[in-house]
Structure formats: C-alpha cells, structure tokens
C-alpha cells in the first residue's frame, strides 16, 4: 500500500484543485448574461434560428464528431507503426492490416446508413 500512497495522494490533490476551480469561478466570476452569451456558438458563423421554444442541436452533429475524432486516433496509429515499419517484421504488417480493414469497415457502415450526410 505505501508503493500506491503518492499515487493517491497526487489524485486527491488534482481532484481537490478541479473542485476547488469549479466552485470558486461560480463564487467569484460575473454573473452579467446577455443575449450574445446565452446564445448558440456554431464554429463563427451566424447561429442558424431555432424552432419556437428554443430546440435541440440535431444528433448528427455529435455523430460526426465522434465519427472524426475515431478517424483521428486510426491515424495516430498509424504514425508510430509507419516510422518503425523496417524494424517490426511480417507480424506487424498483418496486424496493422487485420485494424486498417476493421477501419474500414466501419467507416464503409457509417457511409452506407447515412452517416456522413449533413441533410
């Protein structure tokens, strides 16, 4: 158990400084809201209108991005197994095929149902 204390103790102290953060910018930060703060952020562009009543941000938006950031990590894998391609061997290669093609699969369902539409 001594080998696990700093652990536990760097924990608790991180989780402690995060509380700390969230409860002291609710304590000490301006409460001013406008109309510009409570509104929609869309990448910088004029927010598109709302149905009467306020509404929702449509699901696809959430899909695409978990959608990009799963394409995103397939490349960060991609990096290390490219630069030590020499040295890893035939065990390698078949590896990196069998996840390359479960990739693509993947990416050719999502294409397929409609995924990648912005209707």
């Given at each position: 158990?001594?080998?696990?204390?700093?652990?536990l103790?760097?924990?608790?102290?991180?989780?402690?400084?995060?509380?700390f953060?969230?409860?002291?910018?609710g304590?000490?930060?301006?409460?001013?809201?406008?109309?510009?703060?409570?509104?929609?952020?869309?990448?910088g562009i004029?927010?598109?209108?709302?149905?009467?009543?306020?509404?929702?941000v449509?699901?696809?938006?959430?899909?695409?991005?978990?959608l990009?950031?799963?394409?995103?990590?397939?490349?960060?894998?991609?990096?290390?197994?490219?630069?030590?391609?020499?040295?890893?061997?035939?065990?390698?290669l078949?590896e990196?095929?069998i996840?390359?093609?479960?990739?693509?699969i993947?990416?050719?369902?999502?294409?397929r149902?409609?995924?990648?539409?912005?209707?």
């Amino acid at each position: 158990m001594n080998s696990y204390t700093p652990i536990l103790a760097l924990g608790a102290l991180a989780a402690g400084f995060a509380v700390f953060s969230v409860v002291m910018a609710g304590l000490t930060g301006p409460s001013r809201y406008n109309r510009a703060k409570l509104d929609r952020y869309e990448s910088g562009i004029e927010p598109s209108p709302l149905p009467e009543g306020g509404g929702k941000v449509s699901i696809r938006y959430f899909i695409i991005a978990r959608l990009f950031i799963v394409f995103d990590i397939e490349i960060i894998f991609l990096y290390p197994f490219a630069v030590a391609f020499d040295s890893l061997g035939w065990f390698a290669l078949a590896e990196m095929a069998i996840f390359m093609v479960t990739v693509f699969i993947a990416y050719a369902y999502v294409w397929r149902r409609g995924g990648l539409e912005w209707d």
